[in-house]
């Protein structure tokens, strides 16, 4: 396995694991409930990519990105010292951004270019794109990669990228049996050898169960994230498992979790 290259996860024990990290051109997923660390493994792997040098690009429905901002700072991370280019914003960026940002705002925008392309198209019969839809979430993503001016013939990039969504869930929560059919649709067009993929998924609390199945099933990784009952238990305590990782061998045990001031995920077995 010595021939892969490695991507580093920006957990120093989670790289361990790893036998070096993430291998190049992975779509890992991260499963888990609410409030177990999902968003903050993604704000390391962004973190960890700008300080190698990597372009990323960020998906965010689950909050604004200043408040990712505001928490990573917090954790250790200052992504506010990185060049950042939103989608959303009207204006073209002044400089080449290290990092583009795509959250519900931005999604909207493209919605809103695509709808309006295809009136152009066919006024006749216009095709309404909706934000949360994998035609939008594809179009912003190829977006995004000519913004970092990384994309040549068919959007593949010239670089290696880091591809951050979080969560996947958003787009089929309304329709959680179309989860495996999105899914594929989305790695078909955009899986690429340079870029390498941390995306989330949620779990519901009551179940433990996912938001429809299918994203894992298309996934060449999974790190599933978890805390025992706090009933039970009368505190918060989170643990890490790697269950699967393509094309690497992986430690077969959990870690106990802590989210620490000044250091982010903590991961001790």
């Not at 962004?46 to 909050?63: F, N, R, S, W």
């Not at 200043?66 to 060049?83: E, F, I």
């Not at 068919?154 to 495996?180: C, K, N, Q, Y």
């Not at 690497?248 to 995920?265: Q, V």
């Amino acid at each position: 396995m010595s021939e892969i290259e490695r991507i580093s996860t920006g957990v120093e024990e989670l790289d361990r694991a790893l036998e070096g990290g993430i291998p190049k051109g992975s779509w890992v997923v991260v499963t888990g409930e609410p409030g177990v660390g999902k968003s903050i493994l993604c704000m390391h792997f962004a973190y960890a990519g700008l300080k190698a040098g990597d372009p990323v690009v960020y998906v965010t429905t689950e909050q604004e990105y200043k408040d990712v901002v505001t928490q990573a700072r917090q954790l250790g991370m200052d992504l506010s010292r990185y060049r950042m280019y939103n989608i959303a914003w009207r204006r073209e960026p002044e400089e080449l951004p290290e990092i583009v940002v795509v959250d519900i705002f931005g999604l909207l925008k493209v919605a809103r270019q695509m709808t309006e392309k295809a009136r152009e198209e066919s006024p006749e019969k216009v095709r309404r794109y909706a934000a949360l839809s994998m035609d939008t979430l594809i179009e912003a993503i190829n977006e995004a990669y000519s913004v970092l001016e990384v994309a040549k013939e068919r959007g593949t990039p010239e670089r290696h990228v880091r591809l951050v969504i979080d969560s996947m869930s958003a787009f089929w929560v309304d329709r959680p049996v179309m989860a495996r059919k999105y899914s594929y649709q989305l790695k078909i067009a955009t899986h690429r050898d340079n870029v390498t993929a941390l995306l989330t998924s949620q779990y519901a609390p009551t179940t433990g169960q996912a938001y429809g199945f299918g994203l894992e099933h298309i996934a060449d990784g999974i790190i599933h994230i978890w805390m025992d009952d706090v009933e039970t238990a009368r505190e918060v305590r989170r643990h890490l498992i790697v269950v699967k990782m393509r094309m690497t061998n992986h430690s077969r045990k959990a870690f106990d979790l802590e989210i620490e001031t000044g250091k982010g995920l903590v991961l001790r077995q």
